[in-house]
């Protein structure tokens, strides 16, 4: 095979993770090891960062420092919600990332992000084919979501997950505290798969979660809602704790807050969620008139590297080196995948898979609903056997001054030409 | 001195945090070794447990589980925010215990809880006395307030700060992911004294942490805010991350919420705060007209064990170990204290001392203000110099399947007489 020399670019793009950086991390010093790739860069802000010409030269960076990106959450390189416009419909943005990728002979695309990304990645890989510009276009999966097709499961997935499940362990331990009765609604992240809000059951496996749990996977009833919250209460003396999905949707297919207020739409076309929490807790309160918590997971779910799980953050670094390996060997137009395998001990194994971005652009995949209970009192053994192996070890950046030690990267863009 | 013979019984009383559990195995562990404390209680849910003679007997209880308290969150025998009524004005609360006392024969009462629970201690203490009842009444510091008068910092402090100090740079990272405007408002609990939010600091002090934090010690100003927050975002190109206290109040008194909604007052008098952030963000959308975010710590701020500091940890626990020592050596009304010391090379080391529980009842200590910035920048040297040494080392539960393994109690109730 032909060697490919030209400079590589890393974009990043959505939500951030706890390991997106590990990811980063991953195809960096990966890149930086091999001399047919001339220079690394980091996108500022995704594709607006190539469109710009904005990258940081990672060839400056102290190797110390990127490896320091491993347990440094969020993407240091910065990452965007930009869509670009349909390429049949107006091709100037795709016209203009070729000419940036000729003027600094870029030949390495990794583009690093969820199912809108993967599809960004394929229609510029396509677009570049049909150009005849030789570009290599790997995608690296990231999402505490969960729900790329194909692969097993998601980098960003895990850590997430099991800071659901450890800070569900926690709150549980406070939410009985007091021998009144309490009702307390904890929102998790989740826009149309439940993957997240379904790790609150490993609380509740481990004795200390949620008495219901409600993914968006299935319609949400109102009425269904405060029967089985009555029924706990009566049960459990008037307490009771509850996990939703922000994204869990009624059979109109409205969300909780949608009931109560105008939505704004992201550039995405998604709508902007969260508030269910205070919204059903208020609820609750006026038919039930004990008292309630409303507790969003926000952000942190999606930032707290401190709870980060080890699997987690050497299956997000090695993606990264191993969409870099695809590319140097002569693939493009992939995304890497994860593969479950157990070895004759029963011990998890990760497999490091190839998967062509079509299979995974936009597609999503959802909890199964035969691993929900039908009386949402959690999910089924299925479940824990899939989520546990993922959120083993702990990974958590080094302490300074008893305080997280992150990456400190110089961060210095490249020349415009 | 006298050999005093009896039972002990420790009750825990207001909000729980990280470490009252190891405050617990403290005096569990240190009571179940001495031949003159002939049984030990553990009060179900405070004093109520006491007046309802509802108390687990510690002495069938497994020692090791009882080491694993030090690593589990809340209080496993239960809490209770339950006011005595004066004593003055009727004594048959106080009656009542004094008989409960005199059945069980409990000559040691070990209360675990921030300043109006070592004024009940007191009271009750002054009762036995006057009732000519030899009891030997010790408090136990605990609260994520840090607002007991002479003592030097306590327990729960520490854990709290160090999960707001780590979320905090972890958001900081999640809020700068974008290059798009955005405000995220930050609430921290903190009902008078701005200790918690004070912590926030700590998170800038390291290079990654909000740009303007609001303290209750200072009169809170819309106007101020809103022209210190228009001044961040014109530096920070339309980014401002704000950490405010939820106990921040305007010239007339008022709690933010309170503009906005009437209050319910929980039985200490005290108002039910919550909801400033959210608030806030929603009155910076329409003064600025960019993207906000309000994000409550709510609970995870008190009970986020697997953030604790180890300092606090083993503070908490020997804080309940030198109650016991206490008792036994004929030490009675006293709360065990802490006092700050450094050693020649400039180690920081906690002394153990005992404080007359009068002058710790009801008292509050708050953030002197010579240690809050002017500009809301933040917190000066003194203050970084007064936290750092207590949020140092980890101190979180085992794992088992990559989650907490809490400690399991029996949690046997001892017979009625």
């Known amino acids: 095979m032909k060697k490919l020399v030209g400079a590589a670019i ?4 959505g939500g951030p993770t706890s390991v997106i950086n590990a990811s980063a991390a991953g195809v960096f ?40 990106l491993k347990t440094t959450p969020s993407s240091e390189i910065g990452s965007v919600r930009y869509k670009m416009k349909p390429l049949e419909q107006d091709d100037s943005e795709y016209q203009r990332l070729l000419e940036v990728f000729k003027k600094y002979n870029i030949r390495y695309f990794f583009y ?22 030789e570009c290599r276009c790997i995608g690296v999966p990231k999402t505490i979501d969960n729900d790329l097709c194909v692969t097993d499961h998601c980098p960003g997935y895990a850590s997430a997950a099991k ?54 996977e299935e319609t949400f009833d109102m009425n ?17 704790l509850i996990c939703i999905s922000e994204g869990v949707k009624d059979k109109d297919g409205k969300y909780i807050p949608e009931i109560f207020q105008e939505l704004e ?17 208020n609820e609750l309160k006026k038919k039930f008139g004990t008292k309630v918590r409303g507790i969003e997971f926000s952000l942190m779910q999606r930032s707290a590297q401190h709870l980060a799980s080890k699997v987690d953050v050497n299956e997000a670094f090695n993606a990264g080196k191993q969409a870099v390996k695809a590319a140097l060997s002569g693939k493009t137009d992939y995304m890497v995948g994860f593969a479950r395998e157990y070895d004759a001990n029963g011990k998890y194994k990760c497999n490091y898979v190839l998967i062509p ?52 990267l110089k961060k210095i863009l490249v020349d415009k030409l």
Chains 1, 2 share one sequence.
Not at 226 to 238: M, T
Request: negative net charge.
């Open 10 to 13: 890393l974009g990043q793009s």
């Open 29 to 68: 010093l990966e890149a930086l090891n091999h001399p047919e790739i001339t220079r690394v860069y980091g996108a500022r802000h995704g594709i607006r960062g190539i469109l710009n010409e904005e990258f940081y030269d990672i060839n400056l960076e102290d190797k110390k420092e990127l490896g320091l």
């Open 112 to 133: 690093n992000g969820g199912n809108d990304s993967m599809d960004t990645c394929n229609k510029v890989s396509k677009f570049f084919k049909d150009s005849g510009y």
């Open 163 to 216: 800071y659901v499940a450890t800070t569900l362990m926690e709150l549980t331990k406070d939410a009985n505290v007091y021998d009144t009765p309490m009702i307390t609604v904890v929102e998790v992240m989740g826009r149309n798969a439940g993957w997240l809000t379904a790790a609150s059951y490993l609380a509740a496996y481990k004795g200390a979660g949620p008495d219901l749990i409600y993914l968006p």
């Open 224 to 240: 269904v809602f405060f029967q089985e919250v009555e029924q706990v209460l009566a049960k459990r003396n008037g307490k009771c």
């Open 265 to 281: 739409k992201d550039s995405f076309g998604h709508s902007q969620l969260g508030g269910s929490a205070t919204i059903l807790a």
């Open 357 to 408: 971005l079509e299979q995974v652009a936009n597609g999503e995949k959802k909890v199964p609903l035969e691993w929900i209970k039908p009386d949402h009192s959690g999910l089924t053994a299925e479940y824990v056997n899939y989520a546990l192996p993922l959120i083993q070890g702990d990974c958590k950046a080094p302490l300074e001054d008893g305080l997280p030690r992150f990456a400190k």
